[in-house]
Antibody, heavy 115, light 107 residues
C-alpha cells in the first residue's frame, strides 16, 4: 500500500520560499497524479495543485502564481515550492495521491511563517 | 469557485447511534464528491468517492448518497473509532474545494 510522508522546514521567514518534499513508498509515481493540499484555521482545507508523473501541473489560481511543483521519479519524490511567503501561508501542508478524489494522504507537516 | 457548506458543524452522538452529515454545493457537481475522515495527528482517510462508492476497506456502515448539489454521508451505527472530523470535497469544478467539516463527537 502506498504511503506518503511530507518533509521540510517547520519554520520559514516571510518573503522567503518554502520547499517541501513528499516521499512515496510502497508504490510507483508512474501513471498517477500527486496533489498538495493545505489546511489553515481560517480557510480550512485548500487545494494547492497537482503534478502528473509526466510533469504536467495544475495550480490553484488563488495562490497568484507563487506555486511550483516538480517530481523526481527515480527518488519517488515530488516537491512543492511556494514563493513570497506571508503569515497567511502558515498551515499544515499535506501531500496526497490522486487528482480529484485523493486516495492516500500523508500525515501533514506544520509550516509556520514568521516575520 | 464552488463553495461546499457542511452541516451541522458538530454532531454529538452516542456509540451505536446513526449519524447523518450533509454537504451542499453552491452549484451542481454531478456526483463528483468525496468524503474523508480525519483524526488528529493522522492522515485524512478517503471513505467515499463518486458520491456513493465506498473506498477500499471502508466498513459497510459508511454510505454516501446524493447528486447535483445535495450530498449525505451516513454512518449507520457509530463505533468508538468513528468519532472524528469529516470533510466533503467536490472535484467536479475546475478547482477542487472542500467543506469546512463536521465534527462527530461523543455525547
Amino acid at each position: 500500500q502506498v504511503q506518503l510522508q511530507e518533509s521540510g522546514p517547520g519554520l520559514v521567514k516571510s518573503s522567503e520560499t518554502l520547499s517541501l518534499t513528499c516521499t512515496v513508498s510502497g508504490g510507483s509515481l508512474s501513471n498517477n497524479h500527486w496533489t498538495w493540499v493545505r489546511q489553515t484555521p481560517g480557510k480550512g482545507l485548500e487545494w494547492i495543485g497537482f503534478i502528473y508523473y509526466t510533469g504536467t501541473t495544475d495550480y490553484n489560481p488563488s495562490l497568484n502564481g507563487r506555486v511550483r511543483m516538480s517530481i523526481d521519479m527515480a527518488r519517488s519524490e515530488f516537491f512543492l515550492y511556494v514563493t513570497s511567503l506571508a503569515a497567511a501561508d502558515t498551515a499544515v501542508y499535506y501531500c496526497a495521491q490522486g487528482a480529484g478524489r485523493l486516495v492516500m494522504w500523508g500525515q501533514g507537516i506544520l509550516v509556520t511563517v514568521s516575520s | 469557485e464552488i463553495v461546499l457548506t457542511q452541516s451541522p458543524g458538530t454532531l454529538s452522538l452516542s456509540p451505536g447511534e446513526r449519524a447523518t452529515l450533509s454537504c451542499r454545493a453552491s452549484q451542481s457537481v454531478d456526483n463528483n464528491v468525496a468524503w474523508y475522515q480525519h483524526k488528529p495527528g493522522q492522515a485524512p482517510r478517503l471513505l467515499i468517492s463518486g458520491a456513493s462508492s465506498r473506498f477500499t476497506d471502508v466498513p459497510e456502515r459508511f454510505s454516501g448518497s446524493g447528486s447535483g448539489t445535495e450530498f449525505t454521508l451516513t454512518i449507520t451505527r457509530l463505533e468508538p473509532e468513528d468519532f472524528a472530523m469529516y470533510y466533503c470535497q467536490q472535484y467536479g469544478g475546475a478547482i477542487p474545494t472542500f467543506g469546512q467539516g463536521t465534527k462527530v463527537e461523543i455525547k
